[in-house]
T-cell receptor
Framework: DVKVTQSSRYLVKRTGEKVFLECVQD?????MFWYRQDPGLGLRLIYF???????EKGDIPEGYSVSREKKERFSLILESASTNQTSMYLCASSLNPGGAFFGQGTRLTVV | GQQVMQIPQYQHVQEGEDFTTYCNSS?????IQWYKQRPGGHPVFLIQLVKSGEVKKQKRLTFQFGEAKKNSSLHITATQTTDVGTYFCAGRQGAQKLVFGQGTRLTINP
């Protein structure tokens, strides 16, 4: 089975902190994605990557950056956390083309 | 940019009734995918449609991809309590970018 693992299930951070969310997949998938999920807004794409060191902006990249130094790992960085970044963050990976497999999510609260 | 709109946002049915959710894209899609998210869980991939006009079935679920490859629907016949959850469509533009609709939350009265 495909496994996508996110480093934390719950996180509480202070406003202004730099936050790292880590995601690892074990199926050699080319594509990896970061979404945030908020009630009534569905899943919104923040960034995606189709290869090592390659990244593309999604629909809401402001305030975020990403890193993909190894194929299996895709990190989401909040440069200076703000309260409006409180959300559920979901990482996913997929073959090209193919369905996406999601991690269990990280619920981030910024206080 | 590409937008994927999904309606309705919520649907409440009696067990045994049918359910349909609709998905529309502002651009032509290379494929469309459907996911189910149970309460408290993460989205789980159900199916992918690639061809114009394609129809696929999974037991009581029927998935359609429009002729213009800009719309899709998911129909559940005779809903059961195990069908509860939020159903998302997701459209691929090009090879990589995967954009989700807002989802339809299905609740069922037993």
């Amino acid at each position: 089975d495909v496994k996508v693992t996110q480093s934390s299930r719950y996180l509480v951070k202070r406003t202004g902190e730099k936050v790292f969310l880590e995601c690892v997949q074990d199926m050699d998938h080319e594509n990896m994605f970061w979404y945030r999920q908020d009630p009534g807004l569905g899943l919104r794409l923040i960034y995606f990557s189709y290869d090592v060191k390659m990244k593309e902006k999604g629909d809401i990249p402001e305030g975020y950056s990403v890193s993909r130094e190894k194929k299996e790992r895709f990190s989401l960085i909040l440069e200076s956390a703000s309260t409006n970044q409180t959300s559920m963050y979901l990482c996913a990976s997929s073959l090209n083309p193919g369905g996406a497999f999601f991690g269990q999510g990280t619920r981030l609260t910024v206080v | 940019g590409q937008q994927v709109m999904q309606i309705p946002q919520y649907q409440h049915v009696q067990e045994g009734e049918d359910f349909t959710t609709y998905c529309n894209s502002s651009t032509t899609l290379s494929n469309i995918q459907w996911y189910k998210q149970r309460p408290g869980g993460h989205p789980v991939f159900l199916i992918q449609l690639v061809k114009s006009g394609e129809v696929k079935k999974q037991k009581r679920l029927t998935f359609q991809f429009g002729e213009a490859k800009k719309n899709s629907s998911l129909h559940i016949t005779a809903t059961q309590t195990t069908d509860v959850g939020t159903y998302f469509c997701a459209g691929r533009q090009g090879a990589q970018k995967l954009v989700f609709g807002q989802g339809t939350r299905l609740t069922i009265n037993p």
